[in-house]
């Protein structure tokens, strides 16, 4: 879990509202090669339950908040996001869960790699074997 870290983004405050940005070779540690986003979860819903063999992930809540449980294998951790000027560095092979979505949540996702199936683990079983 040592390289699982959250990740302050600038942040410049202006009395015309709040901006922030994300440089994928200054701010994140993996080149941006999809973002995709999450949004519309129903109340009581989660989203992820699997792991990645190689893409990296960025995950921001743009609005609202909701939690991310992670697991590398041995251990498992819960982080709670709700602003938009940080997000969740998550490498590879970590097991994860998105839940506790608010209403309107909008959850923002880097990744490192083109969307492929074959790049999943969606088995918890099959994880836990996997990282050993
Ligand atoms: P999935 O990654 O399982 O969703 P989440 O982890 O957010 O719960 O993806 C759900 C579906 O969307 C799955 O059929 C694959 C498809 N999908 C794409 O086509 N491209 C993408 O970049 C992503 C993330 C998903």
């Known amino acids: 879990m040592d390289k699982i870290r959250i990740i302050n983004l600038p942040?410049?405050?202006?009395?015309?509202?709040?901006?922030?940005?994300?440089?994928e070779?200054?701010?994140i540690?993996?080149?941006i090669n999809r973002v995709y986003w999450?949004?519309?979860?129903?109340?009581g819903e989660y989203r992820g339950s699997h792991a990645f063999k190689e893409s990296e992930e960025f995950i921001v809540a743009?609005?609202?908040?909701?939690?991310?449980?992670l697991h590398d294998?041995?251990?498992?951790?819960r982080f709670s996001l709700n602003r938009s000027y940080y997000g969740l560095y998550?490498?590879?092979?970590h097991f994860r869960r998105l839940e506790n979505f608010s209403t309107n949540t909008l959850a923002l996702i880097l990744a490192s790699t083109p969307y492929n199936e074959n790049d999943y683990i969606?088995?918890?079983?099959?994880f836990l074997t996997f990282v050993k």
């Open 11 to 23: 942040k410049i405050e202006d009395d015309r509202g709040n901006l922030s940005f994300i440089e």
């Open 25 to 27: 070779d200054n701010h």
């Open 29 to 31: 540690p993996f080149k």
């Open 38 to 43: 999450i949004y519309d979860v129903p109340g």
């Open 62 to 69: 743009l609005s609202g908040s909701f939690d991310i449980v």
């Open 73 to 77: 294998g041995k251990e498992e951790k």
């Open 90 to 93: 998550v490498s590879k092979l």
């Open 122 to 126: 969606r088995d918890f079983d099959e």
